[in-house]
């Protein structure tokens, strides 16, 4: 540690101030205490701190106020918030006083330390920031500024700087109506009108380099006497590189919110994702088991598949949080794209949703010898879903959706504002309809998280092109969008391998069968969603047996056998998914098992999978897709 950094202890609990006061010492801080807001104030207005930990509630003024107080009068302080009643609003309303983190009593010593050598570390950076502007701004005051004395459009005389900044030698600029050749007209006439009094004031215009280039200027002029005549004086000094910082900055201030919000988002999938596909499940479920007992014609059949189609829609909508908020894909397969697209046309969500859509026609053009590529086709499915239902709802009434896929060789590189894509062999996915296409003024916005421009209540959350713009670049691949006028085109470009696909891949599922009284083990802390899931498996012909905990399934596999094992990943307090599967292969290294979740942590799917985990089911669980999976996993072996 460079020298001792100085910390004020602002709390009114002797005790606990002077358990902080004997760990900072030993970790090399010098310590200050202050034991109420008022003293602490008067340290602060005396002494130099780098980091005051200030308590939330204080015996005389709230910590809140001295942390506003740091943040007028002491900018080099660091704040830490200590509070022993944690609450989102007294967080925000530190934070906004510019606390720089908040902890909560009783603090754990490791974490204190952490979050001081961070602090320290923003203070050093912010100090760094501050210092790199001031110099910044004495070169810009000090800099050489191009000045020109003019009578209206006539130049009589200017400096070398002046002409350098247009890119012209002194001589080579007509004196008459010299603005001419420097400025647009808009700027012409704003010089103009400054020029009409004495004191035209700052102002920013655009010139015209010698080359043609635009240039952003700021502008100072005056009135002078020159040579015994009245003249004008303009100073002007080159701010193209500040209007390009600017825009930088802009745009880095859009990603970083974009980053917040794409954080705030993880949050709360994570925090709603499991319990809302709980319940979901016996939105899709039971109306999946009545309808499997019923004719189309059956009295309240229609009822039940719209309960059925709601509950799809909402689990659709949880999905879609799910995938922005993990993000990454995490393992990639050899595949086809043209069997993708193929089992996508014959998907039942594609079926479902061409129903709406009876006047468009679907067209597709699929390169027969087309390269594999290095995918995750469930991903690449989920691309083609959002793609095609856009696709379907720009097109108001008749109009054609159209496929197609071929092979490309990219020689030189394509740079975006946002990625380039290198040269090299590719497979090209293009999506194209003839609806109302896209506002060129909006296009740059439309893989934004939450930005929709379709009617509220009728469709669309806004995610759908961000999971698209998400899956591509985790595929190292680039999107490119196209007006047609009449309609887009998104053209998707993926890497293509030349690694060949194994047999099995490309080979269709087989027809799936009843079960012949198998034995299932369902394991999930939720009775509800065991009961949901065992009238399913009643219903395909299996005998099943449910247990709460991942302790009762071991201990139940300790005498006993089960075909298979359902598991749900998260389980109130006990062991999750994986960690019982790991207990239930030390009893039964050959069990087989699968993975039933609403929503978990992708490195705990991963790290089941790497121990044997055949298939991972997301619920709410269909009952096709409940019999699939079964049948796959009984027999691999």
């Not at 009068?73 to 934070?95: D, K, N, Q």
């Not at 490309?408 to 497979?427: A, K, R």
């Amino acid at each position: 540690m460079e020298g001792k950094k100085r910390i004020l202890l602002v709390d009114d609990e002797k005790r606990f101030v002077d358990s902080l006061h004997g760990i900072l010492s030993h970790y090399e801080y010098e310590c200050a205490i202050a034991y109420n807001g008022s003293h602490a104030i008067q340290c602060l207005s005396r002494e130099e701190f780098d980091i005051a930990l200030l308590d939330v509630d204080l015996p005389d003024i709230s910590g809140c106020a001295v942390a506003e107080f740091i943040q007028q009068s002491c900018r080099h302080t660091a704040v830490i918030m200590l509070t022993g009643m944690a609450t989102v609003t007294t967080a925000v309303e530190a934070m906004k006083k510019g606390a720089y983190d908040f902890l909560s009593k009783p603090v754990n010593p490791d974490s204190l330390l952490n979050v001081l050598d961070k602090a320290l570390q923003h203070n050093r950076l912010k100090r760094e920031l501050q210092l790199s502007e001031q110099r910044f701004q004495t070169l810009a005051e000090v800099a050489w500024e191009g000045i020109a004395i003019h009578d209206g459009s006539l130049l009589l005389e200017a400096n070398k700087q002046f002409y350098a900044m247009f890119g012209y030698r002194q001589g080579e600029l007509a004196q008459e109506r010299f603005w001419d050749a420097l400025f647009t007209q808009e700027s012409i006439t704003s010089i103009q009108e400054h020029c009409k009094s004495d004191d035209g004031g700052c102002f920013e215009t655009i010139g015209i380099h010698k080359d043609g280039k635009k240039i952003y200027i700021e502008v100072k002029t005056c009135s002078i006497e020159y040579l015994g005549r009245s003249a004008r004086v303009l100073i002007m000094r080159d701010i193209s590189h500040i209007v390009k910082h600017e825009r930088e900055k802009l745009a880095l201030q859009e990603k970083l919110a974009q980053a917040s919000k794409l954080n705030a988002l993880g949050l709360m999938a994570g925090s709603v994702a499991h319990d809302l596909n709980n319940i979901l499940s016996a939105v899709v479920s039971y109306p999946d088991l009545l309808l499997a007992q019923m004719e189309k014609g059956d009295k309240y059949y229609d009822e039940i598949k719209k309960i059925q189609g709601a509950g799809k829609q909402a689990a659709a909508v949880v999905s879609d949080l799910v995938s922005i908020a993990r993000g990454g894909v995490r393992k990639t397969t050899i595949a086809d794209l043209n069997t993708i697209v193929r089992d996508h046309l014959r998907s039942i969500e594609h079926s479902e949703r061409l129903l709406h859509f009876p006047e468009v026609f679907v067209q597709i053009s699929l390169q027969q010898d087309l390269a594999c590529i290095e995918c995750s086709p469930q991903h690449i499915k989920k691309v083609l879903l959002n793609l095609m239902g856009n696709a379907l709802e720009s097109i108001r009434k008749e109009g054609v959706v159209s496929i197609e896929t071929k092979n490309c060789t990219i020689s030189d590189p394509v740079v975006t504002d946002l990625y380039t894509l290198e040269p090299g062999h590719y497979v090209k996915l293009t999506v194209a309809d003839n609806g109302t296409g896209i506002d060129p003024q909006i296009i740059n916005n439309i893989f934004t998280p939450f930005y929709s421009t379709k009617q509220r209540k009728k469709s669309g959350t806004g995610l759908g092109l961000s999971i698209v713009w998400n899956v591509v670049q985790e595929h190292k691949g680039l999107v490119k969008v196209k007006n047609l006028n009449p309609g887009v085109a998104f053209e998707i470009y993926f890497p293509a391998t030349q690694k060949k696909m194994h047999a099995h891949q490309n080979s269709n599922t087989q027809e799936s069968v009843k079960g012949d009284g198998e034995t299932i083990l369902l394991v999930d802390d939720q009775k509800d969603q065991n009961y949901i899931i065992g009238k399913m498996l009643d219903m395909l012909g299996y005998n099943f047996l449910s247990v709460t905990s991942g302790e009762e399934a071991v201990a139940y596999l300790q005498s006993n056998s089960a075909d298979l094992v359902f598991l749900d990943m998260l389980m109130g307090d006990g062991w999750n998914g994986r960690q019982t599967y790991e207990k239930i292969l030390e009893v039964s290294p050959a069990q087989k098992a699968v993975i039933i979740s609403g929503y978990c942590d992708v490195n705990e799917i991963e790290k089941a999978k790497d121990l044997g985990v055949l298939a991972c089911l997301e619920k709410p669980i269909s009952l096709q897709s409940l019999k699939v999976v079964i049948q796959e996993s009984l027999n691999t072996n």
